[in-house]
């Protein structure tokens, strides 16, 4: 390899990283912030829910959209103006001076993110041969996963001493070094001609996942049953089903069929849906947990989710590099399993316990995830052809997106609802209330020490069902590795560089 050739490869690594770190890092920063901004902004409830909701809407929506658009018109230029769009669509949030434009902010972020998180991969698939894949994946999980963890830590730190517009200028220089990086040390990619994007399949899609992730969120604050809720997911269920069957008939349509059909690209998205499903939801309990029922600040809060984080840093590119020796089939079971006991120790979590439980929890939760997500990853973008690569990074984001908007919708209102049952159905509406969020003190103030203990008790147990789900969804996705990754005796083949589309099809004529 050529020292021009390994730098090319560096810089190509580092820019993806950065920017996969910076969509991570706006899935949670600004929740910390919501308190302040209601103030600052004199922001309704509403308006409130949908900045943190707008930026999850429009990257769901568009992510496969903007996978297609690297495909047809230059990774690289389309990364470019992801990363402009993202820093935009920041500058414009941080400048918000009404709820309004805050929430276009955020959206236009989501924007950016849609073309952000599928290229990334799509860069690092150009870069990289294929048996080098995975390490470099591994690396880029490793980095960009820590935006995830250290948004609330991160959000609390500049909200109390800078003030809530700094977790929007914080994107900027990342944003400026990124674009840096990117313009003078990325290699553009060979281009391979591919045929005009499907408009109608891609506004059906687009469509589809928006209706269908803003009724899913919704869920998180209305329960099922709640008009607006059931109409948004069932008109977004059904335009999908309007898209797939469109895609049926598309000449070049916009998510070919022939990939869902390859049975190690469906199990690696399968995998990937069904983590996020769990960490999603896991997320959100732990969170809960440490700053309502044991009283902690965000920034502690967020202190102690750390050993997530530094698992996945230490973990992941280890993975990578494992896995064309050890075979995809085995490195990704074993971490969903890991991944999965880590739930299962925290379902023991109790209002009283030691930390050293949830951190022992989060351990495992965080080397199982680090050991198996950047095999899925690799594994999805390994079994595609060079044309379509942005198309297929764009369907495993997707599906990482649409298992955490689920695991959020199926598993917070599930924990609430058996926490609200624990402590009693004759308790006012207002009790149960507080009692579904964790709210323990509020409920002390109104019923006494007693129902503060209740609360506490109710709210954990709610958790702790939550989290035996969650670690059924873990121990689902190690199932389906078995069965439909690669093992080692394969590896080499799962990494070998597909032949493109014109070929495969002249030679089936």
């Known amino acids: 390899m050529s020292a021009r050739t390994a730098s090319s490869q560096r810089t190509t690594l580092l820019a993806a990283?950065?920017?996969?770190?910076?969509?991570?890092?706006?899935?949670?920063?600004?929740?910390?912030?919501?308190?302040?901004?209601?103030?600052?902004?004199?922001?309704?409830?509403?308006?409130?829910?949908?900045?943190?909701?707008?930026?999850?809407?429009?990257?769901?929506?568009?992510?496969?959209?903007?996978?297609?658009?690297?495909?047809?018109?230059?990774?690289?230029?389309?990364?470019?103006?992801?990363?402009?769009?993202?820093?935009?669509?920041?500058?414009?949030?941080?400048?918000?001076?009404?709820?309004?434009a805050l929430v276009a902010g955020r959206a236009v972020q989501g924007v950016g993110a849609a073309l952000l998180a599928p290229l990334s991969l799509a860069l690092l698939a150009h870069a990289f041969p294929r048996e080098q894949l995975p390490k470099a994946i591994g690396v880029?999980?490793?980095?960009?996963?820590?935006?995830?963890?250290?948004?609330?830590?991160?959000?609390?730190?500049?909200?109390?001493?800078?003030?809530?517009?700094?977790?929007?200028?914080?994107?900027?220089?990342?944003?400026?070094?990124a674009i840096s990086v990117t313009a003078v040390g990325v290699a553009s990619e060979r281009r391979i001609r591919v045929a005009s994007l499907d408009m109608s399949g891609a506004t059906l899609a687009t469509a589809g996942l928006a209706l269908l992730v803003a009724g899913l969120i919704r869920t998180t604050a209305h329960s099922w049953s709640n008009a607006w809720t059931v109409l948004l997911v069932t008109t977004g269920v059904v335009t999908l089903g309007a898209f797939l069957l469109r895609e049926r008939l598309a000449r070049s349509p916009l998510l070919p069929l022939s990939l869902l059909r390859d049975r190690e690209f469906a199990g690696a998205s399968a995998v990937l849906a069904l983590a996020m499903f769990a960490l999603f939801g896991t997320l959100w309990f732990v969170t809960l947990y440490l700053q309502n029922v044991r009283g902690y600040t965000a920034i502690a809060a967020g202190a102690r989710t750390l050993p997530l984080t530094l698992m996945t840093l230490l973990i992941a590119p280890i993975a990578g590099k494992r896995m064309p020796h050890v075979g995809a089939r085995r490195l990704a079971a074993t971490g969903f399993f890991v991944a999965a006991a880590g739930l299962v120790v925290g379902t023991r979590l109790t209002p009283s316990s030691s930390y050293l439980l949830l951190a022992a929890a989060l351990v495992l939760l965080g080397t199982g995830l680090a050991l198996a997500l950047p095999v899925a990853a690799a594994v999805a973008v390994s079994r595609t052809e060079p044309e379509r690569l942005g198309t297929a990074a764009g369907i495993a984001a997707g599906a990482r997106q649409l298992g955490g908007a689920i695991g959020l919708a199926v598993l917070a209102p599930l924990g609430a609802h058996l926490a609200a049952s624990r402590f009693g159905g004759d308790a006012t509406p207002q009790l149960l209330q507080l009692v579904k969020g964790g709210r323990v003190a509020a409920v002390g103030a109104l019923a006494g020490p007693h129902g503060q203990a209740t609360a506490a008790a109710a709210f954990t147990g709610g958790m702790s069902r939550a989290l035996w789900i969650g670690a059924g969804a873990l121990a689902a996705a190690a199932i389906v590795s078995v069965r439909t990754l690669a093992g080692a005796e394969n590896a080499a083949h799962a990494l070998a560089p597909k032949p493109p589309l014109r070929e495969l099809e002249e030679a089936t004529r």
């Open 140 to 177: 880029w999980a490793g980095v960009s996963g820590l935006g995830l963890a250290i948004g609330p830590l991160l959000g609390g730190l500049l909200v109390e001493h800078v003030g809530w517009q700094a977790i929007f200028w914080i994107n900027a220089p990342i944003v400026a070094l």
């Open 17 to 100: 990283s950065l920017a996969l770190f910076l969509v991570f890092l706006d899935n949670t920063i600004v929740n910390v912030a919501l308190p302040t901004i209601q103030r600052k902004l004199t922001a309704s409830p509403d308006a409130l829910e949908w900045t943190a909701s707008a930026y999850v809407v429009a990257f769901a929506a568009l992510i496969l959209f903007g996978g297609a658009l690297g495909d047809r018109y230059g990774h690289k230029r389309m990364f470019l103006l992801g990363l402009l769009t993202f820093g935009g669509g920041s500058v414009a949030a941080a400048l918000a001076r009404s709820s309004g």
